[in-house]
């Protein structure tokens, strides 16, 4: 991340309140906080994907998250999709799937070409910006070029998204994040190019769905993350009899060094 490598948050926030401190990316948080609390709640392998400002990936194979050596796992958003020039992406480099299919993306295009839109024309002349909501509420009302925009992110997000399930084969994709207030265009498109796309046997039991805890999965994933860390059995012996964890973050972090 720009700006932010290097920069160790959990270090920073655990010397200025001295707690412990567990961090994970979002994708990570709502496949977890999805697993856990989402309906139905069948423990099956899941991956979660998570379409709103950037654009990620969770996995969960047998109730654990699969993170990888240095935590990057899932972060779909840096795929490369193409080889248009102008396609640059945050993180410094051209073509990422976020470049072309991220909120920030569409909404970049959405400004740019606003002129075909009367709704977001005017949302831009009144504002000064289109923001996501605008753009959902574009959608929901069937104008051609939010409609438009929304479609071909869709469509790209949904051939790297096809071709994940074909590698890891999960029984259960969920779909996150801000996109979904844009309704179920997105996902429906998605779908269908997706089961086009999956092999036979990917997609014979491969359920499709939205995220259910009404967009609280990130937030529910972060508590449960930080309960499962604070309650497993080599940390609660060292904090219970004091009543508090505070004043042994180091101490109580260096049981899940797993995590960043």
């Known amino acids: 991340m720009p700006g932010w490598d290097g920069f160790s948050v959990r270090s920073w926030l655990r010397d200025h309140y001295d707690a412990p401190v567990w961090g994970d990316n979002d994708a990570n948080l709502m496949a977890f906080g999805e697993w ?4 139905p709640r069948d423990g099956r392998d899941l991956l979660f994907l998570k379409v709103g400002t950037g654009v990620g990936a969770g996995l969960i194979v047998r109730g ?3 993170r990888g050596r240095q935590g990057a796992a899932g972060d779909i ?3 490369h999709v193409t080889d248009d020039p102008a396609a640059g992406c945050r993180c410094g480099r051209t073509g990422c799937l976020e470049a072309v299919a991220s909120g920030w993306a569409i909404l970049r295009r959405a400004t740019e070409r606003a002129a075909d839109s009367p709704v977001l024309s005017a949302v ?5 910006e289109i923001k996501g909501g605008d753009l959902g509420e574009a959608v929901r009302a069937g104008d051609p070029l939010a409609v438009r925009l929304v479609d071909e992110a869709s469509e790209v997000i949904a051939g790297v998204t096809a ?3 074909n590698f890891c084969n999960p029984a259960v994709l969920v779909v996150g994040g801000g996109v979904l207030r844009t309704g179920t265009r997105f996902l429906d498109q998605l779908s269908r190019t997706v089961l086009q796309r999956c092999t036979d046997l990917v997609r014979r039991d491969l359920t499709i769905r939205a995220a259910s805890p009404d967009h609280l999965e990130g937030v529910t994933g972060a508590g449960l993350l930080a309960a499962e860390n604070l309650l497993a059995p080599p940390a609660l012996s060292r904090w219970i009899d004091r009543g508090t964890p505070l004043g042994q973050a180091a101490l109580l972090q260096r049981f899940s060094a797993d995590l960043a």
């Open 36 to 39: 856990t609390k989402g309906e």
């Open 64 to 66: 654990r998250v699969l």
């Open 77 to 79: 958003g840096h795929i």
């Open 124 to 128: 831009l002349r009144e504002r000064g």
């Open 163 to 165: 071709n994940l399930l």
